[in-house]
């Protein structure tokens, strides 16, 4: 039996896993390292990659629409029925993957909130009152063990389709084709170069936003009076 293969993932998707892996890495291990500033850095371009997700979503290729793998129950189950046959995230995973995408969204937005009290603030610190920010910052805090269990679990399922069901997800992540043996399907269509270009725009104008370019600046310092 002839086995070919068909364009799953599109590159700019590859290149968002690829990426917002680094970043939530980068994010958890800077505050091991207390590198606060960095710590915002790499949360900020989580929020990015994330809005850049969010429109790619809408105008990306087939598989990488979120109406294309929407969890319906119906598609659950059968997918627990093992009547599904699609080519992008099973519905299972389509489960995680949108947990995983509105768990990183709140995190990241939060910190923009946040205050540590000592020397680090997010850069929208100043539109909210105390109250406010000292909530946004512990449900910011109290999100870190939820957020390692959902990278626990992503990377779990991923293990179990890999070695046990000995399905291939890691490679199609990486070259963006999956085998298809000899039944003829098409490859994901779609998410051009025009649809790149708005993605990447509205990210950077998010990201531009989040990180407090329309507040007002902050009250000058007392004048020191040299006494
Ligand atoms: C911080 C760590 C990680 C995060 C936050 C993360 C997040 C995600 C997200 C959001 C998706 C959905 C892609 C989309 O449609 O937007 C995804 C899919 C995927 N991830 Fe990750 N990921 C992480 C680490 C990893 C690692 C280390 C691997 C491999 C060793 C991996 C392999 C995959 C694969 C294979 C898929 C596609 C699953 C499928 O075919 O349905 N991920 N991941
Ligand atoms: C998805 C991205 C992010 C992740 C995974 C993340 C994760 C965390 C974690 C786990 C902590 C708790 C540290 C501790 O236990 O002391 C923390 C604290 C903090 N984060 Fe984030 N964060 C993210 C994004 C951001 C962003 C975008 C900002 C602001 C630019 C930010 C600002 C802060 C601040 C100010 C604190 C200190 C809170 C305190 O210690 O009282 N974070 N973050």
Do not use: E, K, R
């Given at each position: 039996m002839s086995t070919q293969s068909v364009r799953v993932w599109d590159l700019p998707l590859r290149l968002f896993h690829w990426l917002l892996l680094i970043c939530v890495a980068g994010a958890l291990v800077t505050i091991q390292l207390k590198a606060m500033d960095w710590h915002g850095r790499f949360g900020l371009a989580v929020l990015g990659l994330l809005v850049f997700r969010l429109v790619w979503g809408v105008i990306g290729s087939t598989h990488a629409r979120f109406w294309s793998f929407a969890p319906w129950p119906r598609s659950l189950v059968d997918y627990l029925r093992g009547r599904w046959h699609g080519?992008?995230?099973?519905?299972?995973?389509?489960?995680?993957?949108?947990?995983?995408?509105?768990?990183?969204?709140?995190?990241?937005?939060?910190?923009?909130?946040?205050?540590?009290?000592?020397a680090f603030t997010g850069p929208l610190r100043r539109a909210v009152s105390g109250d406010t920010a000292s909530q946004l910052t512990s449900w910011h805090m109290r999100m870190e063990y939820v957020i390692?269990?959902?990278?626990?679990?992503?990377?779990?399922?991923?293990?179990?389709?890999e070695l046990i069901k000995r399905e291939r997800l890691v490679k199609p992540m990486i070259t963006g084709r999956k085998p298809v043996g000899s039944s003829p399907v098409q490859d994901a269509r779609g998410g051009g170069w025009i649809a790149f270009v708005i993605a990447v725009l509205v990210a950077g104008a998010a990201v531009w936003v989040a990180n407090g370019a329309l507040l007002s600046p902050p009250p000058p310092p007392p004048p020191d009076l040299g006494w």
């Open positions: 080519l992008g995230h099973n519905p299972l995973g389509a489960l995680s993957v949108f947990a995983i995408l509105a768990v990183l969204l709140f995190q990241s937005v939060t910190g923009l909130f946040a205050d540590d009290v000592i390692y269990g959902l990278i626990a679990l992503h990377l779990a399922a991923i293990a179990f389709h």
